[in-house]
């Protein structure tokens, strides 16, 4: 059964097979051509990949260009809308080569675009984007460097679109534009009133740090308009935010921004194009509601609404349907990636046997413990909770202060946890049971340690508590009987995830099978395509992990089409100014003196450096 919610959070991607392996697909529901995960995990440990690895399956990006392209164009032949739809990539969501490219190459049967917020953004996207009918959206606080490299780009033939964010940029741009003697196509970011809910909610609104208000809209037609260069003005933009969960956010910003496109349309400007920005949310919990982890519309409702909603607004003035852009990434790209890692050990919270009784010179705080587990029964189920939780406190006072030793203190500490597991298996015979006993479940579960970093390769859940999928990718045909959190190896109190999606919110643990001595076990966390790569940073000088992209061909035939290290321990060393040769040649030295005391002998050094230099050149992460 689903005991995951594949089904609800996989997007049609993912499925089980008989003999519990987790399978993927290259398009949703495409189940004769599925690849084993954990096949491919055994082609990649064959090929010396180790864990962590991150598994790209690049048939999904190209099924989710198609999704949205072909989402949109079947919401404009069912409607008649008048104008068309093009899709601008934005390279921040995941800026990786070979993502940008291909993402260009895929789609280029659309005119797929690529937007660009930055100038490095820029530079990669004029060197990776070959289709000119294909549009190159530049974003972000622009300087004289970033304009010319724009207007550059328009006069080689790109169909590159200066988006004006702040109104001192533009005479900057009519300046270089007249200096270099390009016409640029120009668009206005526009703030808008609406503002949607969400981490990233601060994008859109009266207070968005981007965009032109009103009087600044005016005031830019004004300037164009004594310049003769109204025509240039062709595109209204803006961004409300992404991951924008709630569909009637997304269709009130629609509404708004019509109104200053029609606007403009009647100021004369010559403006064709409406870019609705990002926004387009990914399901991350598989509940379909408006939670931030998730979003309350499907695709093709999301297209249909936005169409529909410029008609309405348009044609009640009659001005014509414009090509409609969206700057959609997280959707396009998070289904694409999985994080595989293994399990590296367990500790669970269950007591030891306790004896029958207690010592006689036993601390009377440590006999209140004891009585209060033997007389525990539901009716006194949270009387016993609180008595526990208070004499835990205690004995741990007592032992602070010198009073008791530390056996005694082990001794209430089992008879703590024995009582907790007791509540926790009486709780379970309870209809209703308060917030604090719930919460038993998550101080009993097991802590399963991983092989990877939170704070590299999945930012967002340690930064804003984001939600993703997690799994184990085999065994999926036995009954998982532990229920856990997850720790990584960063020894960071914080780098963990001990919230899990349910579709009424979030659970506290996930159930997990035990380990078997014989057999690794490996889990994986989905969707983790869209900004995790470039967000995530080097605690405790744990690095990139290996990456690995499939192309999935027939009848369940794979081949590897990308293999990519991860960072070397010199790397990262490199990365905080480090010069590996030179550590090498001071740690000589400092084993060389050892050899001088006597410490060691020179074979001993030999060995010792050997240990060190492979040390440099091996991976970040826990190698078996
Ligand atoms: N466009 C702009 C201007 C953005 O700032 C962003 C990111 O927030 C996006 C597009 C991507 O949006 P999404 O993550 O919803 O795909």
Avoid at 421 to 437: D, Q, R
Wanted: with cysteine.
């Amino acid at each position: 059964s689903d005991l995951y919610g594949i089904d609800d959070w996989g997007g049609g991607y993912f499925s089980l097979s008989d003999n519990g392996d987790l399978m993927v697909m290259p398009s949703p529901g495409e189940i004769r051509n599925a690849v084993s995960i954990p096949e491919v995990v055994e082609g990649m440990k064959a090929r010396g990949m180790d864990m962590p690895v991150l598994l790209r399956v690049e048939n999904i990006l190209n099924s989710r260009i198609i999704e949205l392209n072909e989402s949109f164009l079947s919401a404009i032949n069912e409607l008649n809308y008048g104008g068309s739809f093009i899709g601008a990539y934005p390279i921040k969501v995941n800026q990786q080569e070979q993502v940008v490219e291909k993402i260009t190459q895929f789609g280029a049967r659309y005119h797929h675009g690529l937007e660009a917020g930055s100038k490095a953004e820029l530079i990669a996207a004029m060197g990776m984007q070959t289709d000119k009918k294909a549009p190159l959206i530049c974003n972000g606080y622009k300087d004289q460097e970033f304009i010319d490299l724009g207007l550059y780009a328009s006069k080689i033939g790109h169909f590159c679109i200066l988006v004006v964010e702040m109104p001192s940029e533009l005479p900057l741009i009519i300046e270089r534009s007249k200096a270099l003697n390009a016409k640029p196509v120009l668009g206005i970011r526009i703030k808008l009133s609406t503002q949607a809910g969400g981490h990233w909610a601060d994008s859109g609104g009266d207070r968005s740090i981007f965009g032109l208000n009103t009087t600044q809209i005016v005031q830019a037609v004004d300037l164009l308009d004594r310049e003769n260069m109204l025509d240039c003005l062709q595109m209204v933009h803006y961004h409300l935010g992404s991951q924008i969960s709630n569909i009637r956010e997304i269709r009130t910003a629609v509404n708004e921004s019509c109104r200053v496109y029609a606007g403009l349309f009647k100021e004369g400007a010559n403006i064709k194009y409406l870019d609705l920005g990002g926004g387009l949310a990914v399901d991350y919990d598989g509940s379909q509601s408006n939670f931030l982890s998730s979003k309350n519309y499907t695709q093709s409702e999301y297209c249909t609404d936005i169409i529909e909603s410029v008609m309405t607004s348009l044609d009640e003035e009659k001005i014509p349907h414009p090509t409609i852009i969206t700057e959609s990434g997280r959707s396009l790209v998070a289904y694409y990636s999985m994080l595989l890692f293994n399990v590296l050990d367990v500790t669970r919270f269950q007591p030891e046997p306790l004896p029958d009784t207690l010592p006689e010179e036993c601390h009377p705080q440590i006999q209140y413990m004891f009585n209060a587990l033997e007389t525990l029964s539901i009716r006194n189920i949270q009387e016993c909770f609180n008595d526990v939780l208070f004499y835990r406190d205690e004995v741990r006072k007592l032992f602070n202060h010198g009073k008791i030793t530390l056996r005694d203190r082990s001794l209430a500490e089992q008879i703590f946890w024995a009582t907790m597991n007791e509540i926790a298996k009486k709780a379970k015979e309870m209809k209703h049971i308060g917030p604090e006993l719930e919460d038993i479940e998550r101080a009993l579960a097991d802590i399963y340690y991983c092989n990877f970093s939170v704070f590299q390769s999945l930012p967002d859940s340690w930064a804003i508590e984001q939600l993703f999928p997690v799994m184990p990718i085999h065994r999926l045909n036995e009954e998982p009987l532990r229920k856990a959190i997850i720790a990584d190896i960063t020894c960071d109190c914080d780098g963990k995830m001990d919230r899990f999606i349910d579709s009424h919110g979030f659970k506290r643990y996930l159930p997990l099978h035990e380990l078997k001595d014989s057999e690794e076990y490996f889990l994986g966390t989905f969707l983790v395509g869209a900004y995790q790569e470039t967000l995530g940073d080097l605690h405790n000088l744990l690095g990139d992990t290996n990456v690995v992209t499939i192309k999935i061909l027939e009848n369940g035939e794979y081949e590897f089409v990308g293999e990519q290290e991860g960072d070397t321990v010199a790397n990262i060393l490199s990365y905080v100014a480090y010069d590996p040769k030179r550590l090498l040649v001071r740690f000589r030295k400092i084993a060389e003196a050892a050899v001088r005391r006597g410490k060691i002998s020179p074979q001993e050094r030999r060995e010792i450096m050997q240990v060190y230099e492979a040390g440099l050149r091996g991976y970040t992460y826990f190698e078996r």
